[in-house]
Nanobody
């Protein structure tokens, strides 16, 4: 089992930047792909970005391509989400999860709130 803790959220003006962190409790964290997801009030949870265990492969939702960058430091059991050129529509709770058996996203963290003001 893996425990994930997100941090780095906050209130920022449109055009600003934030860096989110997802720290894992387990040393075998490097074997897992990790994804970032977000959920705005009244909306379903949406995929934002993912990164393979080695960090060699990344994927992004079209809405964040060119603005967000996912990366990881396995020595620190941490995955980052650098968010630049933030827009009000990026406002949501952002949470990370690991890909279990290449099938399902699981072991969700509690999430961190990102609010972008116009």
């Amino acid at each position: 089992q893996v425990q994930l803790v997100e941090s780095g959220g906050g209130l920022v003006q449109a055009g600003g930047s934030l860096r989110l962190s997802c720290v894992a409790s387990r040393r075998t964290f490097s074997t897992y792909a990790v994804g970032w997801f977000r959920q705005a009030p009244g909306n379903e949870r949406d995929f934002v970005a993912s990164i393979s265990g080695s960090g060699s492969t990344t994927r992004y939702a079209d809405s964040v391509k060119g603005r967000f960058t996912i990366s990881r430091d396995n020595a620190k059991n941490t995955v980052y989400l650098q968010m630049n050129s933030l827009k009000p529509e990026d406002t949501a709770i952002y949470a990370c999860a690991v890909l279990v058996n290449n099938i399902r996203w699981d072991y969700w963290g509690q999430g961190t709130q990102v609010t972008v003001s116009s």
